[in-house]
């Protein structure tokens, strides 16, 4: 990872941090731009259709059938990638999230 200046350096800090809390949960593309904007990094979302029958299903708030968005451990890849950071890859989406949550803060340490 480039050097960070230290200011920048800290608001990522606070997004991984406030990533790490958004496990096993899609994120709307108001939220793809604001950790976008924090990692300084472009992040593609899509079109996601609920499936709440499924038990590993996607069910989106008061009924809607469908939501722009990213899914929090693909952004956390995305943000890892973007920024030269490696990490363990894992199969599920919580170990993915954390395991990128966990290197970027490795990262980002002063």
Do not use: W
């Not at 990522?12 to 939220?31: K, T």
């Not at 599920?92 to 002063?110: I, N, P, Q, Y």
């Amino acid at each position: 990872m480039q050097t960070v200046e230290p200011v920048r350096r800290k608001a990522m800090r606070e997004a991984v941090r406030e990533l790490r809390d958004y496990d096993h949960c899609f994120i709307s593309q108001e939220g793809a731009d604001h950790f976008a904007e924090r990692f300084g990094v472009k992040l593609s979302t899509h079109v996601a259709r609920a499936n709440p029958d499924d038990p590993k299903g996607l069910t989106l708030e008061d009924g809607a059938t469908e939501a722009v968005g990213i899914d929090a451990a693909d952004m956390a890849e995305s943000i890892c990638k973007s920024l030269g950071v490696g990490y363990v890859p894992k199969m599920g989406r919580g170990s993915r999230l954390r395991s990128c949550c966990d290197a970027l803060e490795a990262a980002l340490k002063d």
